[in-house]
Structures are given as C-alpha cells and as structure tokens.
C-alpha cells in the first residue's frame, strides 16, 4: 500500500498496524508507552535488591559524598592539632575526646531512637555535623583555633555521632524492607569503605597545596558534604508507611528497654563475639591513623602531609577487597 494510502484508511486500522509493528520491531507498545521508571535493569536489582527503593537509593547516594567529606575531616584533623602542638600527647587526647562520647552515649542513645522520629532526628544530627566543620573551617582559615578548639568540637561530633550511628542504621529497614535489609547493609558498608579510600585521597594533596590552610578548607568541603545527605533525607517521602513495617512492641519506660537490651546481648553469644572483635580493633588498631602525625615526618620528611593521606586509603582498599570477598560468597545472608 502506498505511503498516502495508509492515511485514507480508518483510525481503529491505523493504530492497530502502529501497534503491531512497534510490538514485533521493539519489545512491546506496554513497556514503551509505561509510566513507570525503566532505567534500572531488572538483573541489577535483583543483585542488588535494596537499589530498587526510591528512598534507599536517595539516601545512599547522599550519604556516599558525605562520608568521603568526612574522611577528608578525620585524616587532616590529627594532622592540624600536631601541626598546631607538636606534642604526641594531643593527638591521643583528641582521638579520647572523639571517641568517650560513643562509649557512653551510644547504649542509651539506641533506646532514644526508637521513641523519635529517625528521619528527623538524623536530619538534625547531620545539620549538627555541618556547624560542628565549619566552625572548624572558619577557625582554622582565620588562624585562631587552638588545641582545645580541636577536643571540644572533636567531643561535640563526638556525641552526635553517638546518637546518629543507631539511628541511621535503624533506618535501614524502613528504606529498603526486611528482605533487602543485608543488601543495604553491605551496600553502605561498601560506600564507607570506598570514601575511606577517596577522602584522604583527596585531603592529601589539599594539604599540600595549601600548606598553611589546607586544613580549613578541607572542613569547609565536609560541611558542605553534609547539605547532600540532608538533601536526601529531605527528599524522600513523608508520611509514606514503611516498605516493611517493623512490629512494635508495648511502650515501657526507658530504663527497661535499655535493660531489656542489654539482657538480649548477654544471651546471644554471636553477639558478644562481635562486640568483643569490634572492641580490640577499636582499642588497638584504629588509634594507628591518629597517630601518625607524629611517625611521618621521621619517615618521610617535608612531603609528610602527602605521605599521611597516602596511608590512610590502603585501610580502606583492604576493607573493600573483604567486602568485595564476602558478597562473592554471601557471607552477608549468614551473618
């Protein structure tokens, strides 16, 4: 039939013939002409379960440039109170004041959690996290911070971060549902460990370009890093039922949730085990990054800013390759 031909003929004929070619020379008119988002690909999700979630995807994404901004703050952080001190002893007393707030606060903090809204208390936690560094930025840039600047807004970050780990983490299941939940586990585990890799990347070569104010500059970036996650967090649907809701149990008066919890730890011994691992590496292993402010320069003289970034990403590499081995094996589903 010629081309003039095919108009000359009725409507219902001229969308069937159009129908039928688009089914047989693309996959079909329903897929084409849907509203619905195509852009993920079904095998991806299903390697990747928790990325089918709108809201998950929002806050990882998020939360990925945050914590490369808050690698950048922890690698040059040691790097300026012994640039500013000289003294070993202050790089210990900063890394203490960092780190007492989460061995009292953390416990107490998870049963806080459970009775506020969690996506509004991680929103405020972060926005805390965003003064906390550019305090820092703006004191370190104007040359005015001191020591003890450092330690009380190290114990400030400190206490948030007590309270905003569990209550991050108990969001997990909300965002990305019961079934999806070891997935999103790995998934942010994977996106920590790659910033621990990229942040002092980055920081490194920051310090050395700005040798008197590479510091500040690199807290004014994690500030702004903060403005994604809150972004996220922001973005994602209010007043939406959770894709898995959690069954709750009774409300009881704080001291016997927190009671309750600690009995359930005692009588789980796979738990016990973990927080055992957890705690000597806590104790032995991680104080090594705050610390080498002062190994560095004796081993690599006026280029040691550069050198103190360049350690700090093979942690993260090793973390990532042990991440990359248990997905491989679904070590995750067993544990």
Known sequence: MPLWGFYRVSPKIRNWAAQSFLTSHFLSTKKILSTEPIFINQKFTERF?????????????????????????????????????????????????????????????????????????????????????????????????????????????????????PARQSMLIHLAGRKALPNAIALQST??????????????????????????????????SYLFVIGGLMAIGRGKPPSDPVEKAPRRSALAEFREGQAYIRANSIIILLIAAVAVQSTL???????????????????????????????????????????RRGVYGRV
């Open 191 to 224: 996106a920590f460990n790659v910033a621990r890799v990229v942040g002092p990347s980055l920081a490194a070569p920051i310090l050395v370009l700005f040798s008197t104010s590479g510091e500040g500059w690199a807290f004014i970036i994690n500030a702004i």
């Open 285 to 327: 292993a991680f104080p090594i990054s705050q610390l080498l402010p002062a190994f560095c320069p004796r081993c690599f003289g006026p280029i040691w800013g550069w050198r103190k970034g360049g350690r700090q990403p093979e942690r993260g590499s090793g973390n990532r390759a042990g991440h990359w081995g248990a997905h």
């Open 49 to 165: 379960p928790a990325l089918a979630s709108r809201d998950f995807r929002l806050f990882l994404s998020g939360q990925a440039i945050s914590v490369i901004g808050t690698m950048m703050q922890n690698t040059v952080q040691p790097y300026l109170a012994y640039r500013i001190t000289g003294q070993p002893f202050y790089l210990g007393l900063v890394g203490f004041a960092a780190a007492l707030p989460a061995a009292l606060f953390t416990l107490p903090g998870g049963v806080l959690v459970e009775r506020l809204d969690k996506r509004k208390l991680v929103i405020f936690l972060q926005a805390v996290f965003t003064i906390q560094a550019l305090v820092m930025g703006i004191l370190a840039l104007t040359g005015v911070i001191t020591i003890w600047h450092i330690i009380v807004l190290a114990m400030v970050n400190g206490v948030a971060q007590a309270i905003e780990i």
